[in-house]
C-alpha cells in the first residue's frame, strides 16, 4: 500500500500564532505553576503523563507532523512559539524530545514505514521517542563529535555497540532514533524501548526540569532509518532544529526572568525607594532588555529560514543558537544580581531559570563546537 507524502509544512499567519502563544501560555500557567514543577522533575519519570495528555489533546505533539499521517502539518516557525512558551514556563513535558526532534528525524529520514508506523502515534501523544547524537564530545555532526555507537552487521539485521550520553528523556521513550557509525558512515538507527542488550540511566544534572539519559548498547537490535547514504543531511538537520528549538525555550525562559528581576527591582525598597529607581539597577534592567531583544531577533531569523525563507537555515539555526543562549546564561545571572540574595535561594526560581540556561548552553554541542560548526557551514 503506497504510503502518503509528506506535505510541505502550511505556514501559519500572525493572527493564527498569537492565538497559539495564548493557548499554551494558559495551558502552562494552568499546568506548571513553580510547586507543580517541582514535584515533577522529582520524580522518576520527569513529567505529567496525564499533563501530556492535555496537550496532546490540544494537538500540540502533533505540530510538525505531516497532516497525511494525523498531524497539523506545521512548520519549526509555529513549534517556536510552543518552545517559547513551554520553556518559559520550565515546563516539564517530553515535547523537544518526541514532538520536535523525532518528528524531524522521522520526516527527514523519507522512511515510508516507519513514518507511517510511528508518526500517527506521536501526533497522538501515545507514544514518546527520544533522538540519541552524541558521545562524550557532544555534538555528532563531525570530528571531534563522531557517535560514540557503532552499528555492525548481524544474522538478525543489524547491533548496535557502544554508548550515547545527554539523550534528552532517553530514559522513558518508547522507541530510540539512535546515530551510529557503520561501514558506510553515519546514520540514524531505530532502537526499540525494551530492547534486549539496552541500557538506560537518568545521568546526574544541573537542571533537575529536564532528564537526560545516558544510553549503553551491546549488540542491541536495530533497524536503519531511511536509505543508506543521507545519514549526515539528516543529522545534521535534526541537530540545527535542536539548536532552534533550544534558543526558543532560551527566549521564553529569558524573557520570564527579566520580569521576575524587574518586578522585584519596582517592589523592592531600600533607603525609602524602590531599588528600580537606582541608576545600577535601572541600567542592569535595560541592558538585559536589549540582550533579550537582540535574541528575539536572532530567533525569528532562525525561524524564518528553517520555514524556507531565504538564507541558509544551518548558518542562520548555529548564529541563533549562539545568540540566544549567551543572553539566556547572560540575563539569568543578571537577575540574580538584581534580586540580591533571594535569587539564590531554593524558594525563589530564578536559579532553576539559571540551571536551564547553564545546561542547554551544551546540551547540543558547545559554544566552540557551534563556532567551528559554523565555520565549516561558512567555508572557513
Do not use: N
Not at 555492525?152 to 550520553?165: M, Q
Amino acid at each position: 500500500m503506497p504510503q502518503p507524502t509528506p506535505a510541505p509544512a502550511q505556514a501559519a499567519s500572525a493572527a493564527e500564532r498569537d492565538d497559539l502563544r495564548a493557548m499554551v501560555r494558559a495551558f502552562a500557567r494552568d499546568h506548571f505553576p513553580l510547586p507543580e514543577v517541582r514535584r515533577v522533575s522529582g520524580t522518576e519519570a520527569g513529567y505529567d503523563p496525564a499533563v501530556w495528555a492535555a496537550l496532546g489533546q490540544l494537538g500540540l505533539p502533533g505540530l510538525l507532523v505531516p497532516a497525511g499521517y494525523g498531524g497539523a502539518g506545521c512548520g519549526l516557525p509555529e513549534a517556536g512559539v510552543v518552545l517559547q512558551e513551554l520553556g518559559r514556563a520550565l515546563a516539564c513535558v517530553p515535547y523537544l524530545s518526541s514532538a520536535v526532534l523525532a518528528v524531524t528525524a522521522l520526516v527527514a529520514s523519507g522512511d515510508g514505514e516507519a513514518q507511517a508506523e510511528l508518526l500517527p502515534r506521536l501526533a497522538a501523544g501515545e507514544l514518546l521517542a527520544a533522538v540519541a547524537l552524541s558521545g562524550p564530545a557532544g555534538r555528532a555532526d563531525g570530528p571531534p563529535g563522531l557517535p560514540g555507537v557503532t552499528a555492525s552487521p548481524s544474522p538478525r539485521g543489524v547491533t548496535l555497540d557502544g554508548e550515547a550520553l545527554y539523550v534528552v528523556d532517553g530514559h522513558l521513550a518508547g522507541v530510540l532514533l539512535v546515530a551510529a557509525r557503520g561501514s558506510a558512515g553515519t546514520s540514524l538507527y531505530r532502537v526499540a524501548g525494551d530492547a534486549p542488550g539496552l541500557s538506560r540511566t537518568v545521568m546526574p544534572a544541573i537542571d533537575a526540569t529536564r532528564k537526560l539519559a545516558r544510553l549503553g548498547f551491546r549488540a542491541a537490535p536495530a533497524r536503519p532509518l531511511g536509505p543508506p547514504g543521507p545519514g549526515p543531511g539528516v543529522l545534521a538537520r535534526v541537530l540545527d532544529t535542536g539548536v532552534i528549538a533550544l534558543a526558543a525555550e532560551a527566549v521564553g525562559g529569558a524573557e520570564q526572568v527579566l520580569d521576575l528581576a524587574v518586578s522585584h527591582a519596582r517592589q523592592r525598597v531600600q533607603f525609602g525607594r524602590p531599588i528600580g529607581s537606582f541608576q545600577a539597577i535601572k541600567h542592569k534592567c535595560a541592558d538585559m532588555l536589549v540582550a533579550l531583544e537582540g535574541a528575539r531577533v536572532a530567533l525569528d531569523g532562525a525561524l524564518e529560514a528553517a520555514g524556507g525563507a531565504e538564507g541558509d537555515p544551518g548558518v542562520a539555526a548555529l548564529v541563533t543558537g549562539l545568540q540566544c543562549s549567551a543572553t539566556y546564561t547572560h540575563i539569568t545571572a543578571e537577575a540574580i544580581q538584581v534580586l540580591g540574595g533571594i535569587g539564590f535561594t531554593w524558594e525563589h526560581p530564578a536559579h532553576l531559570y539559571f540551571r536551564r540556561a547553564r545546561s542547554s548552553a551544551v546540551l547540543f554541542g558547545t559554544e566552540t563546537q557551534h563556532r567551528a560548526a559554523l565555520a565549516d557551514r561558512l567555508g572557513l
